[in-house]
């Protein structure tokens, strides 16, 4: 252990945390190698503080998130952390750590979380992750999805007291509330004061809000005009869609101490979701009154549709707001689900140790589910784009045949376990087509994976391309279920699925051949289809061959 490059005050700092037990202390120099260690820190690693500490550096010690800490210790000199220790059973360490930059050291002071409170809240995370999916699927009355909520969250952090508050005008008005009746009076929305200092605050900053109270303190609580008696804890989460605020929820438990920073994230998290099934629950109530309304037999006949008109009018703009902000919102929807796959693979690998039976039943649904989840925002947002206008093409000219080699190795892994084969037939050995090559590929894949959920095991599927001197046209041929010729114009409808049995047990968005559709002719295509009940399904679609604009 070499001390040469350690500032006077690292070394201050290391002789007053040397034997502590509780905090581990990292000194790393200029290139990131291990300089430095403290007892605790020793016995996290399973080394001697006499022994060689080289082969140990910063990426080595700390998980992925070591990357973005060094990053921004060039802005700033100072940096708080969760992440995670790997020790020298390779098993990771929960801690919160904070990173110091002096000179060109860098000095890691953690504290590690006790296990029992680490497993407490991997468990409120993954149960969180059902909540959040509950919520999302969730198609009830306003006041119905408001009750949902509250539940899940007292199944997540067992309040005692809760509240959902909705911004209305210059005041906030309760649409919930649990265990509060004598909390509040009837006029409460006109109770509300000027000056609320702590509640503006979480407005402006729209971030969660932990509190603590044991005695007469300000508080968002009192803020809120509550009559509740300390000692309580509380979190108090916005709700927002994109970067607008128009409502709080507030859990109360009669303890203190009791909310945790992290039930602070979950709790934001299950926020963001509730808040768009909220907003869609009120977008439903619109529509039930223009139904409500054509119900109804009204004599004043032009006022009747006066409001009908005016109702629709709205409608359209909701429907506007509603296509433009997800065909906006397809990061902000598809990071963190890719962040669940992400890390469950990475569990199912056991990259980060091994996993009780258990364990990987859970992880293996969470895998699953998350990648059912993506493929349904994928298709939700991919219509909304279409619809609000925002999908653009980008055409060049790339080879058919590798492309569609691309998507056989894709629904590979799906054909295989059906044990269907997929046969490519085309007299030519070189075509090419003026197109956009990922909305090309994406088209096929939709028709191949379909032709895959609905054939027997032990079939084929053929594929038949003839390119002419116009057009390029493509078949997808099936020998399974069929179509019955009824349907074969409402299967291109949207949420349209042919209603038997089998259909019903693949499950889906019914959006696969709408999003084919209109991705088609946008490309100015046509597709149709050719099926009969018991007798296959043969899709075939047109696209022009060279660039028209020309």
């Known amino acids: 252990m070499s001390n040469n490059s350690i500032t006077e005050e690292n070394l201050i700092l290391s002789k007053a945390l040397g034997n502590s037990n509780k905090i581990a202390v990292f000194i790393f120099n200029e290139n990131n190698s ?182 007469s303190e300000e508080s968002i609580i009192k803020e809120l005009c509550l009559n509740i008696s300390p000692p309580y804890s509380y979190i108090a989460t916005p709700l927002i869609i994109k970067d607008t605020l128009f409502g709080l929820i507030v859990l109360i438990k009669e303890k203190v101490d009791f909310f945790i920073p992290e039930d602070a994230k979950i709790a934001e998290a299950i926020s963001s979701s509730a808040a768009y099934s909220l907003k869609d629950a009120e977008l439903s109530n619109v529509f039930k009154m223009q139904l409500e309304i054509l119900e109804e037999n009204i004599t004043e006949r032009t006022k009747a549709l006066e409001i009908i008109k005016n109702q629709n009018i709205k409608i359209l703009e909701a429907d506007k707001v509603k296509n433009e902000f997800l065909a906006n919102m397809s990061h902000e929807l598809r990071t963190p689900l890719n962040a669940i796959i992400g890390f469950s693979e990475a569990l199912k690998l056991k990259l980060f140790g091994d996993l009780n039976n258990k364990q990987e039943e859970y992880i293996e649904d969470i895998h699953v589910s998350g990648i059912h989840l993506l493929g349904m925002i994928n298709d939700l947002l991919d219509l909304s784009k279409i619809e609000a206008k925002k999908l653009e093409l980008n055409k060049t000219v790339f080879s058919v045949n590798h492309a569609i080699d691309e998507v056989k190795n894709i629904v590979n892994a799906l054909s295989s376990k059906k044990q269907i084969e997929i046969k ?110 018991d007798k296959g399904a043969t899709f075939i679609f047109t696209i022009p061959i060279k660039d028209l604009s020309a």
Do not use: W
């Open 34 to 215: 291990l300089n430095f260690i403290n007892k605790s820190a020793s016995i996290i690693l399973n080394v001697n503080l006499d022994d060689d500490l080289s082969r140990f550096n910063i990426h080595n010690i700390f998980d992925f998130r070591i990357s973005e800490v060094t990053s921004d210790l060039d802005k700033s000199s100072e940096i708080s952390k969760e992440i995670n220790i790997l020790n020298g059973n390779k098993q990771f360490i929960s801690t919160n750590t904070v990173f110091l930059k002096n000179d060109n050291n860098i000095t890691a002071l953690s504290f590690i979380i006790p296990k029992q409170i680490s497993e407490n809240i991997i468990n409120k995370q993954s149960l969180a992750l059902n909540k959040i999916s509950s919520i999302l699927n969730s198609s009830f009355e306003l006041d119905d999805t408001l009750e949902i909520i509250l539940d899940h969250y007292k199944t997540l952090f067992e309040y005692d007291k809760a509240l959902i508050t909705f911004l209305d005008g210059e005041g906030l008005l309760i649409k919930a509330s649990r265990n509060l009746i004598d909390a509040y009076n009837n006029d409460y929305k006109n109770s509300l004061l000027r000056g609320n200092k702590l509640i503006n605050k979480l407005i402006k900053s729209r971030k969660t809000v932990l509190g603590v109270i044991n005695d």
């Open 424 to 533: 490519v037939i085309c007299k030519k050995k070189k075509i090419e087509a003026y197109a956009d090559h990922r909305r090309f590929k994406q088209i096929l894949y939709n028709l191949l994976s379909n032709a895959i959920k609905f054939s027997h095991e032990n079939s084929e599927i053929l594929v038949e391309i003839k390119p002419d001197k116009k057009d390029l046209q493509v078949s997808v041929k099936d020998f399974g279920i069929g179509i019955e010729s009824k349907f074969h114009e409402k299967i291109f409808q949207k949420f349209h699925q042919v209603d038997n049995s089998y259909s019903r047990r693949q499950g889906s968005t019914g959006l696969g051949l709408t999003i084919t559709k209109e991705l088609i002719e946008m490309h100015g295509g046509t597709i149709r289809v050719e099926s009969k009940a």
